[in-house]
């Protein structure tokens, strides 16, 4: 050692950078995240809920920045104290407690104004690009709040709307999920603007504020939603369209609906659109694809439909060429029992409204447990759902005022 003292001092200092980058790896991780909220929120101390919460936008875009992001992840498993990996996987229902809503950035919990500013920044954004679609986001918003949550299997209760593992490839790319990027683009920047939220809770409150500003009911909505690891991923079992009327049963019974109510649901097609690059079929449900009527309804009994004529896959059309319908919507037409809920809703669109809306509350929060809302409940300080005010809703009331 005495004979090389260059080597001796190039040892030190080579130790000492080594023993550094261990002392600085998390943030190192965060760092190439690119996400500095994160780390501010970690050295302020705010825990795990923040970390996990937290990821780039359109990371489902970009590998490099999801596989950094699911090194972010790592410190979580780490500190599960007492419990590998493997029980957590099992057990959803044992990471509630650390999986509170994050913070604001006063440092509080996020209250019911919290909650309803974010509702409002997202309905004021919904029409911001008159060249997307039919001039609006809430369609593409409304179906990402049901596929996150209609891969729940009432079996073994898993999938479901808890975690948001359609931020990972895998999910991502399931061919039914295609275009859904639009949805979770259109949403990434209001995680930055309020990162408090976890894109479960984001992407299930985005469907309910598109469903009201389409001018559909309130839909209550519970906050407690946590985002998990790309392991968590669910197989693909979501429904492409060519479904008859038994597989739409089965699809009920998976997702633990009745009848009455997948078609309720299934009544949301008044509003969007299929596209051909996302679906392989094309064209709206109905003549108003932004407002929440039951005109799917009157539309599917009133029509003549007929098979289209083109070089797609099997779908059916008007007379007039300007309407669609897949054969899992025909398939409601063709039986019996399924046929006169749908003469209901045709009639009766208040009965549909009420139906939807408690059906669709029961959609996004399957497999959620039970215990996470009720923590999150107690963090915002409510003792039941939050219904959000639309934006008419509020303006009709400061006229009044
Ligand atoms: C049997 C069940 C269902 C089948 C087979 C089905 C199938 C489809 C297909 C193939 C598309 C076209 C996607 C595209 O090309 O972009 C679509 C769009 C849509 N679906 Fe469904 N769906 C079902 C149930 C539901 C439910 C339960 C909801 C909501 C509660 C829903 C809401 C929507 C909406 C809003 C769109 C339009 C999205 C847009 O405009 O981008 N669907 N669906």
Not at 101 to 127: C, H, W
Not at 187 to 200: C, G, Q
Not at 221 to 237: C, I, K, Q, S
Request: proline share 6%; net charge negative.
């Amino acid at each position: 050692m005495q004979d090389s003292p260059v080597l001796f001092v190039s040892g030190m200092l080579l130790a000492g950078a080594v023993g550094y980058a261990f002392i600085i790896r998390d943030d190192l991780k965060f760092w190439a995240a690119g996400d500095r909220a994160a780390l501010d929120e970690k050295k302020a101390g705010k825990g795990l809920s923040a970390i996990e919460q937290t990821k780039p936008e359109g990371v489902e875009h970009d590998e490099m920045k999801s596989k950094a992001f699911a090194a972010v992840q790592e410190p979580k498993k780490d500190q599960i104290a007492g419990k590998d990996v493997e029980e957590k996987k099992t057990s959803q229902t044992s990471n509630a407690g650390e999986n509170q809503p994050g913070m604001t950035s006063e440092g509080k919990n996020p209250t019911v104004e919290d909650y309803q500013k974010l509702y409002n920044r997202i309905a004021e954004s919904f029409d911001k690009n008159p060249d997307f679609d039919d001039g609006s986001y809430a369609p593409t918003c409304l179906r990402l709040a049901w596929h996150s949550s209609g891969t729940y299997d009432v079996k073994d209760k898993k999938g479901g709307s808890n975690g948001a593992t359609m931020r990972f490839p895998e999910e991502a790319q399931y061919p039914a999920n295609a275009g859904l990027n639009n949805a979770r683009d259109f949403l990434n920047p209001f995680k930055k603007e309020f990162p408090w939220i976890s894109y479960a809770d984001l992407w299930t409150l985005g469907g309910v504020c598109a469903i009201q500003e389409m001018g559909g009911p309130v839909v209550p909505w519970r906050p407690g939603r946590v985002d998990l690891p790309e392991d968590e991923t669910h197989a693909n079992n979501l429904p492409d369209g060519t479904e008859d009327a038994d597989r739409v049963r089965s699809l009920a019974d998976r997702l633990g609906f009745n009848a009455q109510e997948m078609t309720a649901l299934i009544g949301a097609h008044a509003m969007g659109r299929c596209h051909r690059q996302n679906s392989g079929y094309d064209g709206p449900w109905t003549h108003s694809p932004t407002s929440f009527t039951n005109a799917y309804y009157t539309e599917l009994l009133e029509e003549k439909w007929k098979p289209r004529d083109w070089d797609g896959p099997f779908q059916y059309q008007d007379p007039g060429k300007e309407l669609m319908m897949l054969p899992a919507d025909y398939a409601l037409n063709q039986d019996t029992d399924l046929r006169e809920i749908v003469k209901r809703y045709a009639d009766d669109d208040d009965a549909w409204r009420e139906d939807f809306s408690k059906a669709f509350k029961k959609l996004v929060e399957l497999g959620v447990p039970e215990d996470n809302f009720n923590k999150a409940a107690k963090a915002v300080g409510v003792d039941g759902p939050i219904s959000f005010k639309s934006l008419a809703d509020q303006e009709n009331e400061s006229r009044a005022d």
